[in-house]
């Protein structure tokens, strides 16, 4: 019973939200620093910066510049609200602390490697399926050899949505059911999977993006699991294909 399983890569393979939220509290504690004496709150902050860097994403994709300017758009937005004066220093500071989020080492989940090699064991055919910039997905791919596990089944797509997804599946040909995907993102991971008709498996973190935590509104056609942990998706699928060969 040879499935197709795709799999996301960021904070599914490797981690990211966490340098993420590393730099996120270092801009916290600079805005405040700045901001705090005209009344403005770490909380606050940190609320109009989420709500900049979703509104970009929605607009632009997942661009690499597109976080560094929402450091910057904040602190524009909090500058003219108090009458502070912009200095092209402090944006420019702010610019090279967000940037400097992707030049982090790249690291692997726990159990990466041996759920990878256990799939492909059990005979099923393993795809990468990435939203980002190309140049910045393909070199975490290439420090992670993880092109032995997929070959040249790697899809990098700057919008990572239902109409991407379904791109990549009509050019595949890809069987409805007999195709996962697996991912930490409610948003670009399984809701475009429901929609599509595949099946999804939602690798659930504890720190997440307020971005990919959205409502699921589109009902499965077929298996829809939440898992905690990469080494539970091979027992995972496992246990759905024994249940669709029993009889009744």
């Avoid at 607009?59 to 004066?85: A, I, N």
Wanted: charged residues 25%; contains cysteine.
């Amino acid at each position: 019973m040879k499935q197709n399983i795709l799999f996301d890569l960021d904070d599914t393979l490797i981690y990211c939200n966490r340098y993420f939220h590393e730099v996120l509290n270092r801009f916290g504690e600079i805005m405040l620093e700045w901001f705090g004496p005209f009344g403005a709150t770490r909380e606050g902050i940190m609320e109009k910066h989420t709500e900049i860097d979703i509104a970009g994403v929605n607009v632009l994709g997942f661009q690499s510049e597109h976080f560094p300017q929402s450091f910057v758009d904040t602190y524009r937005y909090y500058s003219r609200l108090y009458g502070r004066k912009i200095s092209s220093e402090e944006e420019r500071w702010l610019w090279e602390l967000g940037i400097g989020v992707y030049d982090h080492e790249v690291e692997p989940y726990p159990h990466m490697e041996e759920t990878l090699r256990q799939l492909i064991a059990e005979g099923h055919r393993l795809h990468l399926y990435t939203g980002g910039e190309p140049a910045i997905q393909r070199r975490k791919i290439e420090r992670m050899n993880l092109e032995r596990f997929f070959e040249d089944r790697i899809y990098v797509r700057q919008h990572k949505n239902t109409e991407a997804l379904r791109s990549i599946l009509k050019h595949g040909r890809f069987d409805p059911e007999h195709t996962w995907m697996i991912g930490n993102s409610l948003r670009t991971d399984v809701m475009p999977a429901l929609e599509c008709g595949i099946h999804s498996i939602y690798l659930k973190q504890e720190e997440e993006w307020a971005y990919n935590v959205i409502p699921i509104e589109t009902a499965p056609k077929g298996a829809f699991i939440t898992l905690t942990a990469l080494n539970e998706v091979p027992p995972a699928i496992h246990h759905y294909l024994m249940q669709m060969k029993e009889p009744g």
